[in-house]
């Protein structure tokens, strides 16, 4: 079993930053493809970005392309979200959650290959 607890959200203002982190703890998730949604955890959620095991192989969203970096830290145990030039639409619950399986490529913004979530962190960004 693998739990994930988010941290970093908050209040922000367009056009700055915020910074997630997503910490597991129960076991180590080295070896875990790790993503984060919004809106809301499983089959809700929309698809943020991802980073696979060894932090080589990352994915985003259009809507954060370029502007929001997820990376990975095994030792720690935890993995960021850096969210620059934050938008107002960016507010939302941001959800982290891992794969016990390495996705495919095009896997990596289906819900479904996902089996363990946290219990998200909210995102405010104002105008």
């Known amino acids: 079993q693998v739990q994930l607890v988010e941290s970093g959200g908050g209040l922000g203002q367009a056009g700055g930053s915020l910074r997630l982190s997503c910490a597991a703890s129960g076991r180590t998730f080295s070896n875990n493809a790790v993503a984060w949604f919004r809106r809301a955890p499983r089959k809700d959620g929309v698809f943020v970005a991802a980073i696979s095991w060894s932090g080589g192989s990352s994915h985003y969203a259009d809507s954060v392309r370029g502007r929001f970096t997820i990376s990975r830290d095994n030792a720690k145990n935890t993995v960021y979200l850096q969210m620059n030039r934050l938008k107002p639409e960016d507010t939302d619950v941001y959800y982290c959650?891992?794969?016990?399986?390495?996705?495919?490529?095009?896997?990596?913004?289906?819900?479904?290959?996902?089996?363990?979530w946290g219990r998200g962190t909210q995102v405010t960004v104002s105008s």
């Open positions: 959650t891992a794969s016990t399986v390495p996705p495919l490529d095009n896997e990596y913004s289906d819900w479904a290959v996902y089996t363990y």
